[in-house]
Every structure is written in C-alpha cells, then in structure tokens.
C-alpha cells in the first residue's frame, strides 16, 4: 500500500504563493490534490496524468494553481499563486493506482495523506 506524505503548508498573506509537495512511498499511482475547509465539502483542486501530460483543475482554483509531477521522486506538486483568504484550508493529497495512468476528479482514491494546512490572512 502507497503512503503519502503532504509537506509546505504555511501561513501567507493575500496574493502570496506557496508550493506544496506530495511524496508517494511508491511509483505508478494517479496523484491529486484535494482540500477541505472547516464545515465545507473536500474539493477537487488538481490532478495529472501519469505521464505529467494533461493536467485537470477544479473551477474555483484554474488560472491560479498548477500541478506538476515528478515520477522519478513520485512527487506530486501544487503551485499556489494569488492566494486568498478563501483558500484557506487543509489540503490533502490522495493516490489511487489506475492501471490506464489516466488520472481524473472522479478517480476513485482510497489512499490519502494526513494533510497539510494552508492559511491565507492579512
């Protein structure tokens, strides 16, 4: 069983940038990031294939995060610009192993890392 370890949350300002980083304990697994604020529903931020080609994005974070994935550290990373206090919350990275290496929203994870928590205030 994969485990994932979920590293470089932090506090920042509005309009600061951070870059999380998610580190699988194995290769082969489609990776995503996920986030969940206090009394909110956990919300699709972003995945990749597993071949780094053909990112996906949920709506409220498109044009500002960007996934990258780098299979030699099977590493997952989200850069995070123009934060807001909106953005606040934890976030989650999860891995699921899909034969295909075709990643989506709807992927169906069962692995997840403990999480990593991100503040946005001025």
């Known amino acids: 069983k994969v485990e994932l370890v979920e590293s470089g949350g932090g506090s920042v300002r509005p309009g600061g940038s951070l870059r999380l980083s998610c580190a699988a304990s194995?290769?082969?697994?489609?990776l995503a990031w996920f986030r969940q604020a206090p009394g909110r529903e956990r919300e699709f931020l972003g995945t990749?294939?597993?071949?780094?080609?053909?990112?996906k994005y949920g709506p409220s974070v498109k044009g500002r995060f960007t996934v990258a994935r780098d299979n030699a550290e099977n590493t997952l990373y989200l850069v995070m610009n123009g934060l807001e206090p909106e953005d606040t919350a934890m976030y989650y990275c999860?891995?699921?192993?899909?034969?295909?290496?075709?990643?989506?929203?709807?992927?169906?994870?069962?692995?997840w890392g403990q999480g990593t928590q991100v503040t946005v205030s001025s």
């Open positions: 990749v294939n597993l071949s780094g080609m053909g990112t």
């Open positions: 194995g290769g082969g697994y489609c």
């Open positions: 999860a891995a699921e192993f899909v034969p295909s290496g075709f990643c989506t929203e709807n992927t169906s994870y069962r692995t």
